[in-house]
């Protein structure tokens, strides 16, 4: 049987896709290609990343030569089809070159709509369509000068960035009040707006171009208003057109684009279409997935006798710019119909919105973290009902239950003596038998008896899967390891769920948040006490029940049962008269041991629990407070004498510690939190082992942080310089507040920063003005409920309770 | 020493102890917990675990049981048995109520 003569008008991603289709399914075509553009088939989408310079052509490149060589396809490079006819079958190019078809594909795609301006048709206007124009540009960009790009669409914004990373000035002119307006909200598009000025790019919102100005070529671009902006290269990237003229003249039925049914056909029976030029059931596209699919229905129906149908869905945008993240689907205007569900964090500069039309998610826009997005899509594209978790919906997947796409394969093929728990060295197989042996089923049983993800905990996600595959069906794996065994929201879930909800009591998180226990356990309990006594300032009272013995009697348990105090030094000074009174209350109570500590203050060891309170009166009459010895808070800030007395110091450094431990006592955070400000690089304070550190130099102060020196010893990352005394404190303030509300309990800064990002810190605290100004200024609100002194508080009567013994019985009486 | 006969002694009232938290009694050498529960229920145990001898008057009070300060190992208030894969049991001693005074039976 001869084969039938395929013949395709033009060379996009969208007739090429649909030949790897078709030549899956069937060898029935002898294929011949007429390509306007010098070229074979390349990545069109990926034009973005060679004008930026971090792809090159070659990168992007389909089917090279052999592709077309291997199928026995006939590619005609650099040949435009100028006529169809219909009733000959046949196809005439430009070079007059004559082409028999049985079917005929016609994919013609778009040309970009230039504006009609005066001025438009100068050299050095170009479009951003193809690969000429990608070049044309980057030769542009070589001789430097301003762009303006007309156009803050999809293209326009691409082609902004790109050329700006070329080394251009650029200038964004768009007609609409915020930039791409079709597929981000007003909020979004602000964003978006300022990360682009944030790189350098001038954006001009509301902007009418009036004409091009110049005389041989392009000189600058005139507004409506009467602005005229300076420019060596303008780019038109304000729509594209469906190129329509060759199927317009030989007789096919063209509204907006070709018109075809779902099954891709033109009103002539052997002509089809894909792509860009396309209108089908009303509609033009201009993203790939849509006209990849078109190449699909269009492959199968050209192969033989096919139902397959092109059903209109929702496309997601993303923009192609290095560092912008947004992600935009479905459908996003207001209404009254319609629900909005939206999370900002100014902070980080993101925004999510989820729009809801009867329980039904409609559309999503998202911006900074997109990771959701394809799973808002999904949910968008099966209509599915998410009335179940709508509390969570805006948290994103990782917050919703259910399994993710089978992780138990990977460790099925594990064999049975592979570490699974790296900090106990406990086996798979050792999991394994004691889940059967002692019948386990749940992951505390499975720690409990093995130890296994019971120190670190990184390999848990491992050790479920474990669990998971000897258990099977009757084991559901979590999602993500909740925070203790009470519940499977993590540290960071329930901190979030805090804020959103307005939960203001630890009643009130187990209940909204579902604690499988009643009461919460020993794990649970520390950790939302402190977290509500960081959220709600002034709103939440502590609640002492949930907090550990040390900082409930506010001093440290000593083995032997009796305690040690510590009053605060300011900054490690002290005077003589402290001295004088510390000394006449270890003589008074017979304190045992004085001790210098490693914060630079003096500790009373082996105090009796029932004189704790006369202690405690003492020193608060000579003027002492608690140090805070025992807390997850603010310990101490270390000095050394700087320059008042050290021939190498710089700046007062012992001044300024003490003026940071007056504004920082007193406050709760995740871990401990110790400080230390040293007077030169000599670093005799030790600065650069701390949780946040300060070091004098000449010009001023760096500040340093995420130092650690216990288990785990870590030299510190530097957070940067600034030059006064009340910058070092405003920013000290920003971050400790910043670490309070995101750190998890008992995590220290350096794991938090680890966590968060050591640049995202940097990025906010030291870069950002304003976030740093709103966490300070959080910092300084909560320190009002934060700085009283829990000694004068019990010498008062508070929690007496806790220093007395509720009875004695005698021996004899018990006879 | 005859193990039936109970001495009820009188130690204090039910307000003395804060809920979801624990008071201390002297007996001679020994210390015992006397907690009290969210629900107003009163236990008493050796003021010791079972596992390094960690005063569990310090714990923190959840569920019918207390977290031992030192070791988190966790203690029914009703037996002072272990919970979860520990082994181990501290002596318990019953309580009775009368009206809000708490007796404490030795």
Request: hydrophobic content about 40%; charged content about 25%; aromatic content about 6%.
């Amino acid at each position: 049987m001869s084969k039938q003569r395929l013949v395709i008008i033009g060379n996009g991603m969208a007739p090429g896709r649909m030949l790897e289709h078709l030549f899956e399914v069937s060898d029935a075509f002898e294929v011949t290609i007429f390509n306007a553009e010098p070229r074979v088939n390349y990545d069109r989408i990926m034009l973005s990343p060679v004008l930026s310079g971090e792809k090159t052509y070659t990168d992007i490149i389909i089917h090279g030569e052999g592709w077309y060589e291997e199928r026995g396809i006939t590619l005609h490079k650099g040949e435009k089809i100028v006529q169809i006819d219909r009733d000959e079958r046949k196809v005439v190019s430009d070079k007059g070159t004559v082409a028999q078809y049985d079917r005929l594909v016609i994919a013609t795609g778009s040309s970009p709509f230039i504006i009609p301006v005066p001025g438009s048709d100068l050299p050095g206007v170009l479009a951003y369509r193809d690969l000429d124009d990608t070049e044309g540009m980057i030769a542009a960009s070589a001789k430097g000068g301003r762009a303006v790009v007309i156009g803050g669409g999809l293209l326009g914004l691409e082609a902004a960035a790109g050329l700006k990373l070329r080394g251009m000035e650029v200038t964004v002119i768009h007609l609409m009040p915020t930039l791409m307006e079709r597929q981000l909200d007003t909020a979004a598009g602000y964003l978006l707006q300022r990360e682009l000025e944030g790189r350098g790019i001038e954006v001009l919102c509301q902007a009418n171009t009036k004409r091009i100005i110049g005389t041989d070529r392009v000189e600058g671009v005139e507004l409506a208003d009467g602005r005229i902006i300076d420019a060596s290269l303008v780019v038109m990237a304000v729509g594209i057109r469906p190129n329509v003229k060759l199927a317009q003249e030989a007789g096919l039925a063209v509204n907006r684009g070709i018109v075809t049914d779902a099954t891709m056909r033109t009103s002539d029976h052997s002509i089809y279409s894909v792509g860009e030029c396309v209108e089908v059931g009303g509609m033009v596209y201009g993203l790939v997935a849509p006209l990849y699919r078109m190449a699909k229905v269009a492959a199968e129906h050209l192969a033989g006798p096919s139902k397959a149908e092109f059903v209109h869905a929702e496309t997601p945008t993303k923009l192609k710019v290095t560092g912008v993240n947004l992600y935009s689907v479905g459908d996003f205007a207001e209404g009254p119909d319609r629900e909005d569900i939206v999370l900002r964090d100014a902070a980080r500069g993101s925004y999510k919105r989820v729009i809801l039309k009867d329980n039904k998610i409609i559309g999503a826009v998202l911006y900074g973290d997109v990771a959701d997005g394809g799973w808002y899509n999904e949910m968008l594209k099966s209509g599915e009902d998410v009335e179940g978790m709508r509390e969570t919906l805006i948290f994103g997947q990782a917050y919703q239950g259910g399994a993710s796409a089978d992780p138990l394969a990977a460790v099925a093929s594990l064999p049975d003596d592979a570490e699974i728990c790296g900090c106990n060295g406990i086996t798979k197989g050792q999991i394994m038998a004691a889940i059967r042996d002692k019948g386990l089923t749940s992951l505390a049983e499975v720690r409990a008896h093995t130890k296994a993800s019971a120190s670190c905990g990184t390999c848990t996600g491992l050790v479920e899967n474990v669990m998971g595959l000897t258990l099977g069906d009757t084991f559901v794996i979590p999602q993500a390891a909740g925070m203790c065994p009470c519940t499977t929201h993590g540290h960071g879930e329930v901190r979030r769920l805090i804020r959103a909800k307005e939960l203001k009591s630890i009643p009130a998180v187990m209940q909204e948040l579902e604690w499988s226990t009643p009461e919460g356990c020993a794990k649970c309990r520390p950790a939302l006490n402190y977290y509500l006594v960081c959220d709600w300032p002034g709103e939440y009272t502590d609640d002492q029940q949930s907090r550990f013995i040390n900082e409930r009697v506010h001093a440290n348990i000593q083995k032997d049962g009796t305690y040690s105090v510590v009053p605060r030094m300011f900054g490690g000074l002290t005077t003589a008269d402290e001295l004088r009174a510390i000394a006449d209350v270890a003589d008074r109570y017979s304190i045992p041991t004085i001790k210098v500590t490693g914060g630079q203050r003096i500790d009373l060891l082996g105090v009796k629990k029932e004189d704790l309170i006369p202690v405690w009166k003492d020193l608060n009459d000579a003027g002492m407070i608690s140090g805070a010895a025992y807390s997850k808070g603010l310990r101490t800030v270390k000095t050394c004498v700087g320059k008042d007395f050290c021939r190498f110091g710089t700046q007062d450094s012992m001044g300024l510690g003490v003026k940071l431990e007056k504004f920082l006592w007193g406050s709760w955070s995740p871990a401990k939190l110790k400080l230390a400000v040293t007077g030169c690089p000599r670093n005799c304070a030790e600065a650069t082992c701390k949780d946040i550190g300060v070091i004098c130099v000449d010009s001023g102060y760096e500040i340093v942080y995420g130092g650690a020196a216990g288990l785990h010893i870590q030299g510190t990352t530097k957070l940067g310089n600034v030059k006064t005394e009340d910058e070092v404190i405003e920013v000290i303030g920003a971050m400790t507040q910043m670490y309070r509300e995101q750190g998890f309990y008992l995590e220290r800064i350096y794991k938090w920063a680890e966590r968060v990002g050591y640049d995202h810190i940097k990025d906010v605290i030291l870069n950002d003005l304003e976030a740093r100004k709103t966490y300070y200024d959080r910092f300084v609100y909560s320190q009002q409920f934060a700085q009283v002194d829990p000694w004068a508080e019990r010498v008062a009567g508070a929690e007496a309770h806790e220093f007395s013994n509720m009875a004695e019985i005698k021996l004899e009486a018990a006879e | 020493m005859n193990a039936p006969l109970r001495n009820w002694v009188e130690i204090g009232s039910i307000n003395d102890i804060p809920r979801q938290g624990a008071r201390c009694v002297k007996n001679g050498e020994m210390t015992i917990a006397v907690f009290r529960t969210s629900d107003d229920r009163v236990f008493a145990l050796e003021d010791k675990c079972p596992h390094k001898n960690g005063p569990l008057s310090q714990g923190i009070v959840h569920d019918g049981c207390v977290t031992c300060p030192l070791h988190n190992w966790v203690i029914s208030l009703e037996t002072g048995a272990a919970q979860g894969a520990d082994e181990g049991q501290t002596a318990s001693f019953p309580v009775k109520l009368d009206g809000q005074t708490v007796l404490l039976g030795l």
